[in-house]
């Protein structure tokens, strides 16, 4: 019978830690779907370090920067959305191998025609911006809309809300 105040001793114990380097210029592809139509393509750089041990348990710390790539998507009854990541996107991992920090930006280039009162319709380049933030169990996904193409229309989304903007992309 062991005493209360020892330590039962493991038969065994494993230290592990494992570090990724990701060099600029390398890719990483992700199909979406099994025809490869619906992809993710990133170009990133940065650094993770993968420890596990018996003490703290599985541990992944470091940064993955997406220096650039895009996602092609095509939802149920839309058209492909193309969205280019920005710079400065990144995915954080602190810990929580599970829960990594998002702070994801991109943008997806589109023509809509625009027709307002008494004027003819128009073909107008909008800019769809979608940002993804916070950790991946509670993340903020927000989108808006832009456009340098046309003064009248620009002025207009200028006086919409952040909400308003989000439901017209």
């Known amino acids: 019978m062991a005493n209360a105040d020892s330590i039962v001793s493991t ?9 990724l380097h990701l060099n600029e210029g390398c890719a990483i592809n992700v199909d979406l779907s099994t025809n490869g139509k619906n992809r993710v393509h990133l ?11 018996a003490l703290n348990g599985d541990r992944v710390t470091g940064r993955i920067n997406i220096d650039e790539g895009f996602v092609r998507y095509t939802p ?10 920005q710079e400065g996107s ?12 998002l702070n994801i930006h991109a ?8 027709t ?12 769809v911006a979608l940002s993804v933030t916070n ?9 808006d809309l832009s456009t340098d193409d046309d003064i009248t229309v620009q002025n207009e989304l200028a006086s919409m ?5 989000a439901n017209q992309a």
């Open 161 to 165: 809300s952040a909400e308003q903007r």
């Open 43 to 53: 170009q990133p750089s940065g650094d993770l370090t993968y420890t596990m041990s």
């Open 11 to 19: 038969s065994m114990a494993l230290n592990l830690e494992a570090q």
């Open 90 to 101: 990144y995915v954080a991992f602190n810990g929580d191998m599970l829960n990594p920090i």
């Open 135 to 143: 950790t991946l169990e509670n993340m903020n996904v927000a989108f």
């Open 107 to 114: 943008v997806d280039q589109m023509k809509a025609n625009v």
């Open 116 to 127: 307002q009162s008494g004027q003819n319709s128009r073909l107008v380049n909008f800019d």
């Open 76 to 85: 149920p009854c839309m058209s492909e959305k193309n969205f280019v990541f």
